[in-house]
C-alpha cells in the first residue's frame, strides 16, 4: 500500500500556533489569571498586559491605542463593524443604506441578511472577472442614504485584492464609513492607518500564528458605534465581557512577529505559488484558475477541476486530497461540509458546475517546494482516478 505523507496547504483557514506565541501566552494562562476589571494587584497586573498590547497594536497599524477594541475573533469584529456602526449611523444621521459586494465573506454576507431584516438596504455589487471592485462602481453607488461601505481587502476564496486606499478616498470624500475585512491581510501587508482613511478594520489571530478566539477591530476617532455586546464596562464600554487576556496577549506576539518578517514572508510564499502555478500547467486544461494571475495574494490560489472532464463536486475533491495526506480546503472553513456551489465564484460569472468543483490552495512561510511537488503528485492520482473515461 502506497504510504501518504501529510501535507498542509489550508493556512487561510487557520495556523498552527508558533512556539514563541504559547510561551508569550502561558503567564496569562496560569499565574496571572487575575480579571482585568478587578482594582486588586491579580486584576492590575492583566489590565496592564491588556493596554500594552493595545499600545502595541495600535503602533503597528500608526493608529491611536484608543481606537483599538479586542473581540472574539475576525467574525466579532465584521458584526461589530456592521451591527454597530449602522445602528448608530441610523439613530444618528437617517442613514440606512449599507454598499458591499456578491464576494465578501459569509461574516459579512449574513451580517449584511441580518441588517435587511433590520430595515436597512444592502447594495450588492458585483465583482469584476478577477474578483475585484472598481472605483466607479462604488462612487456610482453612493448616495446621501449611504451609512456604510464594507468591502474584503484580500479575498478569503481566490486571494484578489481590492484597491482599498483609493476607495477609502471616495469614501472619506463623502463622509461615508468604509470598513476593510482585512482577516487575510493584516500581517501579511502593512497598513499605515494615518495615511489609509478606512474608519473601520477587522482582524483575526489565528490567520497568522496566533491563537484562536482574538481578533481586534480598530474604530477611527469618531466614528459612531455601538456596542453590539451588553454585559460589562470593558472595552471603554463598547464590548461587555471579561477579556481573553491569553488571547490578546498571543494576538500581539503574532502580530509583532508577522510584521518583522513581511518582506521575507511575501517572498518565501510568492516563490511556492509561483511554483505551483508551473506544476499546474502539466494538468492543461483539466484544471482551471479561478484565481486572478494579476494583482492577487501569494497566499492564496483557487482552480477549478473542469467539468468537461469531471463529473465531481468540491466535497469529493476535498476527500480524496484529505485521503492522501494533503489538507486543502474549497474556501470559507466557516462553510465547510455545506453542499453549495461557491458564491464567490458565480459572483465571477461562473456556472455552478465550476463553482462546485473548485479547491482553494494557502500557503504560508513554513510551505515547501517538496510538499508542492507531493501534492502535485497526488493531483495526478486524483486525475486519473476522478475524471470519465
Same mark, same amino acid.
Do not use: W
Given at each position: 500500500?502506497?504510504?501518504?505523507? *501529510?501535507? +498542509? ?54 493608529? =491611536? ?67 475585484? !471592485? ?58 499605515? @492607518?494615518?495615511?489609509?482613511? $478606512?474608519?473601520? @478594520? ?72 509561483? +511554483? ?26 483557487? !482552480? ?6 469531471? *463529473? ?11 485521503? =492522501? ?18 458564491? $464567490? ?45
Amino acid at each position: 500500500m502506497k504510504k501518504y505523507r *501529510d501535507v +498542509y496547504l489550508d493556512y487561510s483557514a487557520t495556523t498552527p500556533l508558533l512556539p514563541e506565541v504559547l510561551e508569550a501566552m502561558l503567564p496569562f494562562l496560569k499565574e496571572k489569571f487575575g480579571n482585568p476589571s478587578s482594582i486588586h494587584k491579580f486584576g492590575q497586573e492583566t489590565r496592564a498586559a491588556i493596554e500594552i498590547a493595545r499600545d502595541e497594536i495600535a503602533k503597528l497599524l500608526n493608529a =491611536r491605542q484608543s481606537e483599538i477594541y479586542f473581540t472574539s475573533g475576525g467574525t466579532e469584529s465584521i458584526n461589530f463593524a456592521l451591527i454597530g456602526s449602522a445602528r448608530a449611523l441610523k439613530s444618528e444621521y437617517g442613514k440606512d443604506e449599507i454598499i458591499t459586494s456578491m464576494a465578501e465573506h459569509h461574516a459579512v454576507m449574513e451580517t449584511c441578511k441580518f441588517l435587511e431584516t433590520q430595515g436597512f438596504k444592502i447594495i450588492y455589487l458585483r465583482p469584476d472577472t478577477n474578483g475585484t !471592485i472598481s472605483l466607479k462602481q462604488v462612487e456610482k453607488n453612493l448616495s446621501d442614504k449611504t451609512g456604510i461601505v464594507s468591502l474584503i481587502h484580500i479575498n478569503n476564496e481566490i486571494g484578489s485584492v481590492n484597491d482599498i486606499y483609493s476607495i477609502a478616498e471616495i469614501t472619506n470624500k463623502h463622509k461615508v464609513i468604509f470598513h476593510v475585512d482585512a482577516v487575510q491581510s493584516f500581517g501579511k501587508v502593512r497598513f499605515d @492607518l494615518s495615511k489609509l482613511k $478606512v474608519d473601520l @478594520l477587522s482582524a483575526s489571530a489565528h490567520k497568522i500564528f496566533g491563537p484562536k478566539g482574538a481578533g481586534f477591530l480598530y474604530v477611527r476617532s469618531e466614528t459612531p458605534i455601538s456596542p453590539i455586546i451588553f454585559g460589562g464596562s470593558q472595552e471603554r464600554n463598547r464590548r461587555g465581557g471579561t477579556e481573553n487576556v491569553a488571547g490578546i496577549i498571543g494576538l500581539v506576539a503574532a502580530a509583532k512577529i508577522a510584521h518583522t518578517r513581511i518582506d521575507e514572508n511575501h517572498s518565501k510564499v510568492s516563490q511556492i505559488k509561483s +511554483y505551483m502555478l508551473s506544476q499546474l500547467q502539466k494538468f492543461g486544461d483539466k484544471v482551471l484558475l479561478n484565481s486572478p494571475i494579476e494583482n492577487c495574494s501569494p497566499y492564496i490560489l483557487n !482552480i477549478s477541476f473542469n467539468p468537461e472532464y469531471f *463529473d465531481i463536486d468540491e466535497n469529493t475533491l476535498i476527500m480524496n486530497f484529505a485521503i =492522501r495526506g494533503v489538507a486543502v480546503s474549497s474556501g470559507s472553513a466557516c462553510t465547510s461540509g455545506v453542499l453549495e456551489p461557491s458564491h $464567490v465564484l458565480l459572483s465571477l460569472g461562473y456556472d455552478e458546475k465550476r463553482s462546485s468543483s473548485a479547491v482553494r490552495f494557502s500557503f504560508s512561510p513554513q510551505t515547501t517546494f517538496e510538499e508542492i511537488d507531493y501534492t502535485i503528485e497526488v493531483m495526478e492520482e486524483i486525475i486519473n482516478l476522478l475524471q470519465r473515461k
